[in-house]
């Protein structure tokens, strides 16, 4: 398999706490996603934000790998509810990504609690944008089958 490559551009108009801007992808899978810095810190208001749009890279991605390493185990998924919650806050002289928490619930038969836990754990570890976040902010995982 040959290397992808994805783009997407932001144009911004004005400064930091007054301006806004908008995001587009390369694709055409969404255009003009509107960001400012209320979006960011206060509430969204139809907005986005940066934090928001690796939220849905992290839980898109880890639902991947998580679907491959439950694959692997020999227990293909029926279904992954994944959520990824992107913390974003200050830091001395400036503002940080601190953490991505994922939720995970999943519906997988043949597969006990402790189980479907140790795979998410090892999805988690195969999951490419986990690993372009890792050592740079806290990642977690927390798991459970779906009733």
Same mark, same amino acid.
């Given at each position: ?16 706490? &007054?301006? @806004?801007?908008?995001?587009? @992808?390369? @694709? =055409? ?52 509810? /994944? ?7 200050? &830091? *001395? =002289?400036?503002?940080?990504? &601190? ?8 519906? /997988?038969?043949?597969?006990? *609690?402790?189980?479907?836990? &140790?795979?998410?754990?090892? =999805?988690?570890?195969?999951?490419? /944008? ?16 779906? @009733?």
């Amino acid at each position: 398999m040959a290397n992808a490559e994805r783009t997407a551009t932001a144009v911004w108009h004005g400064n930091l706490f &007054k301006g @806004s801007g908008a995001v587009n @992808s390369g @694709s =055409g899978a969404f255009s003009n996603l509107a960001v400012d810095w209320r979006a960011r810190t206060e509430s969204p208001n139809g907005e986005t934000s940066p934090e928001e749009l690796i939220a849905a890279a992290h839980a898109a991605c880890y639902a991947m790998a998580f679907s491959n390493a439950l694959d692997q185990a020999g227990h293909a998924p029926q279904e992954l509810d /994944v959520t990824a919650k992107v913390e974003f806050g200050p &830091k *001395e =002289g400036g503002f940080e990504i &601190k953490s991505s928490h994922l939720t995970v619930k999943g519906k /997988v038969p043949g597969l006990n *609690e402790d189980q479907f836990k &140790k795979l998410a754990q090892e =999805g988690e570890q195969g999951c490419p /944008v986990s690993n372009a976040l890792r050592n740079n902010i806290k990642i977690t995982v927390d798991a459970s089958l779906a @009733s």
